[in-house]
């Protein structure tokens, strides 16, 4: 089956430190990637839909600046997390979907656990 | 807006026994889909089974069914035969229409915890 590759898995790193993670489709190419934060036993929280080859759509009260997101290619979609604090702590995870719709479902990444000392 | 339900927050069963997993909906548009994912504590979420608003026969996959009423505008989720493994949180989601800035995405419920018992 369609395959979605996130990393890192896991980042624990300081106040200020800036933040890259990576989200690959590894067996089909992913027109559409979307980043999902998820906090401590609640539900998926869109934060942005991203396209290839386009600018992200963010999602009401989500910081552009502060969440930088790149889908340079079909295959590859980067969420940069910009002088990450505590407060930015949480599960991040992306997911892709090819082209076409209908009952096409969404792959997700593994996810990354991001700690902000 | 459209936006799911799932009202238990959390369920046990017992191992080998059935569950059914409750999921409600609300939507306006006439043509929509409809999503289970099981997330193990790791993290990952794993798409379960999906079904189309105008699908006539409720999906099934597996040990895994979906009890779709359209009428009633709930699509429960069957796990039989319940296995330890089967221990996860539940997700519930419908997929956004593809119109007005929106490009398909999954609104998820707030899931339901479920416990195996051996």
């Known amino acids: 089956g369609a395959v979605v590759s996130q990393h890192p898995s896991r980042v624990i790193c300081k106040s200020g430190t800036s933040v890259k993670i990576e989200c690959r489709s590894l067996d089909f190419q992913a027109t559409t990637m979307f980043w999902y934060r998820q906090f401590p036993k609640q539900s998926l929280m869109l934060m942005a839909t991203?396209?290839?080859?386009?600018?992200?759509?963010?999602e009401q009260g989500v910081e552009k600046d502060k969440f930088l997101i790149n889908h340079a290619s079909l295959t590859l979609s980067t969420l940069t997390v910009t002088s990450a604090h505590p407060e930015d702590s949480s599960f991040y995870i992306c997911?892709?979907?090819?082209?076409?719709?209908?009952?096409?479902?969404?792959?997700f990444g593994d996810g990354t656990r991001l700690s902000i000392l | 807006a459209q936006k799911i339900t799932q009202t238990q927050p959390g369920m046990f069963v017992q191992e080998k026994e059935a569950v059914t997993l409750d999921c409600t909906y609300d939507?306006?548009?006439?043509?929509?889909?409809l999503f289970w994912y099981k997330q193990p504590s790791s993290g990952e979420m794993i798409f379960l089974i999906y079904?189309?608003?105008?699908?006539?026969q409720n999906a099934t996959e597996g040990r895994y069914s979906l009890n779709f009423q359209k009428a009633r505008k709930s699509a429960n989720l069957v796990i039989s035969a319940s296995q330890l493994g089967d221990s996860a949180m539940y997700f519930c989601?419908?997929?956004?229409?593809?119109?007005?800035?929106?490009?398909?995405?999954?609104?998820f419920g707030k899931g339901t915890k479920l416990s195996v018992k051996p």
């Open positions: 079904q189309g608003s105008y699908d006539e």
């Open positions: 989601a419908m997929r956004e229409p593809y119109y007005g800035g929106s490009q398909g995405n999954l609104i």
């Open positions: 991203s396209n290839e080859g386009s600018k992200a759509t963010y």
């Open positions: 997911s892709a979907r090819g082209q076409g719709r209908g009952g096409q479902p969404q792959h």
């Open positions: 939507t306006s548009d006439q043509s929509y889909g």
